[in-house]
């Protein structure tokens, strides 16, 4: 297992299914992770997201009255977010190539194809402290970075070529 302290990390988990949440939860607490909290609507993941203030979402793609990508353009673009800049892990069934891109342009952090593995949670968790990314807002985007590696033979005239300023990744769970 990994050298971090998951105990310090507060994780919020958004599923409709209880059964999921509580799998994702038990994995979680295996980690260490104490402060887990429990949503199974977007609704109640908004609120606790103002309350909480969590690291990190592990969130379902489909959930009751509103997807798990509007929630998360929610988060990534509503002035009212505590945390815009939030690791969101999505958690989902559909993995096709399409559901991938779509996600990531909805801003979502990693993915993560159900049914889900203590090493899968454990990767995306790590991912997203290790490899905290950038975030990018254009006329049509604003979320973590989607390029995954820098291609430094790229020299176009989009090249970005300075960090973000809005950068901003700080992890309770690094230490």
């Given at each position: 297992?990994?050298?971090?302290?998951?105990?310090?990390?507060?994780?919020l988990?958004?599923?409709?299914n209880?059964?999921?949440?509580?799998?994702?939860?038990?994995i979680?607490?295996?980690?260490?992770?104490?402060?887990i909290?429990e949503?199974?609507s977007?609704?109640?993941?908004?609120?606790l997201l103002?309350?909480?203030?969590?690291?990190?979402?592990?969130l379902?793609?489909?959930?009751t009255?509103?997807?798990?990508?509007e929630?998360?353009?929610?988060?990534r673009?509503n002035?009212?977010?505590?945390?815009?800049?939030?690791?969101?892990?999505?958690l989902?069934?559909?993995?096709?190539?399409?559901?991938?891109?779509?996600?990531r342009?909805?801003?979502?952090?990693?993915?993560?194809a159900?049914?889900?593995?203590?090493k899968?949670?454990?990767t995306?968790?790590?991912?997203?402290?290790?490899?905290?990314?950038?975030?990018?807002?254009?006329?049509?985007?604003?979320?973590?970075?989607?390029r995954?590696?820098?291609?430094?033979?790229?020299?176009?005239?989009?090249r970005?070529?300075?960090?973000?300023?809005?950068?901003?990744h700080?992890?309770?769970?690094?230490?």
């Amino acid at each position: 297992m990994s050298g971090y302290r998951f105990d310090r990390l507060k994780v919020l988990v958004v599923d409709d299914n209880q059964h999921m949440r509580k799998l994702v939860v038990t994995i979680l607490q295996a980690f260490g992770t104490i402060q887990i909290f429990e949503a199974e609507s977007a609704e109640l993941a908004w609120s606790l997201l103002h309350d909480v203030n969590p690291d990190v979402i592990v969130l379902d793609w489909m959930l009751t009255g509103m997807t798990g990508l509007e929630f998360t353009n929610m988060v990534r673009t509503n002035a009212g977010c505590p945390n815009p800049f939030v690791p969101i892990i999505m958690l989902t069934g559909y993995t096709q190539i399409d559901h991938v891109r779509q996600a990531r342009d909805a801003g979502v952090t990693e993915f993560l194809a159900k049914p889900v593995s203590v090493k899968g949670i454990l990767t995306r968790l790590t991912a997203v402290i290790e490899h905290p990314r950038p975030f990018v807002r254009t006329k049509v985007y604003y979320g973590p970075c989607r390029r995954r590696r820098d291609k430094e033979e790229y020299r176009g005239p989009e090249r970005r070529t300075a960090p973000q300023d809005n950068a901003q990744h700080s992890m309770a769970a690094a230490g």
